[in-house]
């Protein structure tokens, strides 16, 4: 069973016709594989707008989407839906953002690719992509990207990109993961789509890439001073790792 998380900021514009269309792509591939069965989960992180309103609808239309409601203080772009993981009704997870901007029609390929040794994740700079974005949104995720790579991982290991909304994973691989990642730090921002791999990696999960097309969206959330705060907490995790390996019971003195 695939458990897809959608988590949304604001979505009111889209939200409705986008979890249509993967509700549609999921019927579909369901069609072809009788023994798949799925459920939509649309994590509403402290939206101001009538995201509320509309998930609920949603959910109540259609038995295959759950909404999931936090309030308050936004912490951060993913600590709320790092928390909705622990809902879970099936044994493969995975998460797209809710503007679309990776093409939902590659998520059963990215959920077809999951097994309990690695994690999945969609790559805007594999040769066989096609992404189009704005010049500056480019070197912005560019730069992050080879900032990522230079500080924890070999590059021999080839192009990977590291901030892709478009991930999947096993849910035994996951919980394992947030053991480490944790949940609720209010400084790494978007970095936990990085953090993961690096953790990923780290406990000997295999990073598998598929190419994606996407497309930047007008009402993208990207906020360079915003995300400015999490090169500290980058180096901070660097500083870590750099002194200390895992073990089954945690961190110990490398």
Known sequence: MLSLFVPCYNEERCLEDNTKKILAVLRDYKKQDPKFSFEINIVNDCSKDRTKEIADKLSKDFKEIR?????????????????????AKGDILAFTDADLSTDIIDLPKLYSMVTKKNVVIGD?????????????????????NYLTKSLFFDFTMGSRDHFCGFKAFHKDTINHIVQYTGVGNKMRSMFWDAEMLVYANRL???????PVRWQEMRWSKLNIPRESKIFLYMFKLWWKLKWTKLTKNGFKAD
């Open 67 to 87: 909404a999931i409601h936090y309030e308050g203080v936004k912490p951060t772009r993913r600590e709320n839906l790092i928390r909705s993981f622990a809902l």
């Open 124 to 144: 805007r700079y594999n040769e066989s992509s096609n992404a189009k974005r704005s010049t500056k949104r480019y070197f912005i995720s560019k730069f992050f």
């Open 204 to 210: 000997g999960y295999s990073i598998d890439v598929i």
